[in-house]
């Protein structure tokens, strides 16, 4: 299974994102390790997560219909943000993955969601800080945390992530808003 | 009426408190010519916007619970949030205030909200933006943005207070999240 989506992601990606791609898929799997997350679903999901990637707006739409997606501004805006929702298909379509969780963490990878799963979790920081990933203001201290406290470490990539989205002046997805909110509600119900 | 609430004021704010309320009203008044808003509605919004601010944290939540405004959980967290909610209940009750959009604008000025009128972002942008606020990054561009384009100052304003609010990681208010995606889908209408 794994070489054959190494040679359909070496057809379908461009070479960097193609370098990107096996980059996620080390540290998905490093944090795997750490977390006790299923090591084979963790390099399933990290493989496929961004197959779509170069997918045309009309057939991410298509697909994001096809798999009862909901459609808010965002997406309508910049359908690109739905690659993770095509791949989820092309992974279950092309590929026969019916396991839900790692369905999800196709889908829910670019924007999170409220009470993500670990290897959800895993997939969203692999994808933000991967070793080869271009260097941004507080990646570091996403890397240092995503191996000791994953949830402080969400926090921290979705506030980076909002906080660039606002900076570029797009709309905000209201999953990311929820998953950022869900994880500090915790974080203060721990604290009291 | 206005000395009658000038001197409720004194008694209730602390004199930086008032000091701010009163920078408040010569923003607000000053917008309200720009923009054509009615000036003593401007003017009555901003000396009554703060009246609630040294209130309890249990008179602030009874108060949002008299006006059947919905309490999630940042306003659990944080009861102060809601000292315009309580500050609109003092106008109605003790001053006879029924203008609802005076009441509106002391209820969103914390948090703003999707389709805000035109006063209630004069309010939401003198309270941000006053002479005597403490400077912070971007203040001066709302300063500019505020007299010459109003819904790019509040895009501006609700970005840095949503940017702020996430760098102390509290929670993010619905309403703040929406009233920025409402603004920004304007403007991606008028570009499109």
């Not at 090591?39 to 997560?49: G, R, S």
């Not at 290897?119 to 507080?138: C, H, N, T």
Request: charged share 30%; proline share 2%; hydrophobic share 40%.
């Amino acid at each position: 299974m794994k070489n054959k989506i190494l040679i359909e992601l070496q057809k379908r990606l461009k070479p960097s994102r193609y370098q990107h791609t096996l980059g996620v898929c080390e540290t998905a799997m490093q944090l795997a390790k750490i977390h006790g997350v299923d090591l084979e679903k963790a390099e399933l999901a990290a493989l496929l997560h961004d197959i779509a990637k170069h997918e045309s707006d009309d057939k991410m739409l298509q697909a994001a219909k096809e798999m009862h997606f909901p459609l808010e501004e965002a997406y309508l805006e910049t359908p690109n943000l739905l690659h993770g929702v095509m791949s989820a298909k092309i992974a279950k379509d092309e590929f026969g993955i019916d396991d839900e969780d790692i369905l999800n963490s196709l889908i829910y990878h670019t924007a999170g969601r409220e009470n993500m799963s670990l290897l959800e979790k895993i997939i969203y920081l692999a994808d933000i800080a991967e070793p080869g990933r271009k260097f941004f203001s507080g990646i570091e201290e996403i890397r240092h945390a995503m191996s000791n406290n994953i949830n402080r470490a969400m926090i921290l990539a979705l506030r980076s992530s909002m906080t660039y989205v606002m900076q570029q002046e797009k709309l905000l997805i209201k999953d990311t808003v929820k998953a950022y909110n869900s994880l500090i509600a915790e974080e203060l119900q721990k604290g009291t």
